[in-house]
């Protein structure tokens, strides 16, 4: 009689954890996130705390090297960046390269991540020029196809603060 209560009671404890883990894996998968990794709640407190007018006509312009190098200092600084889609990852997250090159002509290299909240005023695709005022992020670590870390500089780009200047031939 007492055998049969401790399985019992080992039953329901069991049943219970499985429950447990069961919501827990349930609620993982219905949480939403953006390209950054934040929730979506996170992602509209974003879209409805736009930076000030004063923080993007504060913006700078910046080369790579300094960006790429100043990663940790320069987390919270707007600046003004013109450069080339070169790889559409996911919605709202691109690949821009931004250092101008060539004499005849132009194209781009020193690649950069950006990630575009809200929508733009028109669809963004490969060889779009654009220009834009964006937050830097610090640097971003990703794994290329071939499985090779790279790490790039990583800007938050509001839709309103990009514009299509020009698209590659």
């Known amino acids: 009689m007492k055998n049969q209560k401790g399985i019992s009671l080992i039953s329901l404890l069991l049943i219970i954890v499985i429950i447990i883990i069961v ?19 996170d992602y509209d407190y974003l879209l409805k705390n736009k930076p000030s007018s004063a923080q993007i006509s504060s913006a700078t312009t910046i080369d790579y090297r300094t960006l790429y190098k100043g990663a940790n200092t320069l987390n919270g600084n707007f ?40 929508t733009p005023s028109e669809i963004l695709m490969e060889g779009d020029i654009v220009s834009f005022t964006g937050e ?34």
Do not use: C, W
């Open 23 to 41: 919501v827990f894996l349930i609620k993982i998968n219905l949480t939403e996130h953006d390209v950054d990794g934040q929730s979506t709640t």
């Open 79 to 118: 600046y003004k960046i013109t450069g080339e889609i070169v790889q559409v990852i996911e919605n709202h997250l691109y690949h821009v390269n931004m250092t101008k090159n060539g004499e005849y002509h132009t194209y781009y290299t020193d690649r950069i991540q950006i990630s575009l909240i809200g």
């Open 136 to 169: 830097s992020l610090g640097n971003y670590t990703y794994t290329t196809v071939l499985g090779n870390a790279e790490t790039i500089p990583f800007l938050r780009v509001y839709a309103e603060n990009l514009k299509v200047v020009g698209h590659t031939d």
